[in-house]
């Protein structure tokens, strides 16, 4: 495969991966913020929320996917997320509670766990990028 094409598939991949980062943080923030519910419940309902969101969007736009097995794909692309929802449940885990952040000011945002997030969500974009390229849309010989 070229690499030209990958990195514009990259590009697109990340565009998407954007509004699903709007999508993931806003409901994470709802959930933890608004309904009190526990940090990695609430990161595990905004990344799967999230991960269906961006299926749709990849599958239409960033790879093109015309396969008539959609439940199929859909099925691939909900596994390599749900790994990917592990990948960035065990960073979140290993760094919400390290000291990232140095405590200028004092307040009540708990920055630990939301520079966690953001440095899991990069590891897993490049994670699911690679299998959704390689495994979920991968087009038949």
């Known amino acids: 495969m070229e690499l030209k094409p990958l990195v514009f598939k990259f590009i697109k991949f990340g ?7 709007v999508v993931d943080f806003g409901l994470t923030a709802l959930c933890k913020g608004i309904f009190g519910m526990p940090d990695l419940v609430s990161n595990a309902i905004g990344f799967t929320v999230a991960a269906t969101c961006n299926y749709y969007l990849n599958r239409v736009w960033t790879w093109r996917s015309t396969s008539k097995e959609v439940g199929v794909e859909y099925a691939k692309f909900f596994f390599v997320s749900l790994i990917g929802l592990g990948l960035n449940s065990l960073i979140m885990f290993l760094l919400k509670d390290t000291t990232i952040v140095p405590r200028f000011v004092e307040t009540t945002l708990d920055w630990n766990f939301w520079v966690a997030k953001v440095i899991a969500t990069g590891v897993v974009m490049v994670w699911n990028f690679l299998a959704n390229n390689f495994f979920t849309f991968k087009k038949k010989k």
């Open 15 to 21: 565009i998407v991966g954007a509004i699903g980062a």
